[in-house]
């Protein structure tokens, strides 16, 4: 599971998204077992980064959300 989040992460960084992983994913970095298959992220909510982060995962194969203002 790890492995298939290198590309992701790879991709975050290519980018220059801010972020930190939390959740079940961090606690599995930090070496507590653990059976899940999602990511959690917290970022910085800016609007750059957040532009960022959707051509990071576009370029990491995932997501189809867009960015939007309220």
């Known amino acids: 599971m790890l492995n298939s989040l290198k590309g992701v992460f790879a991709s975050f960084q290519t980018h220059e998204v801010r972020y930190v992983v939390i959740g079940e994913i961090a606690a ?27 051509l990071a995962l576009t370029d990491a194969g995932l997501g189809t959300a867009s960015l939007t203002s309220a």
């Open 28 to 54: 599995i970095f930090h070496g507590v077992p653990r059976a899940t298959f999602d990511l959690d992220l917290l970022i910085d909510s800016t609007p750059d980064n957040a532009r960022r982060l959707l």
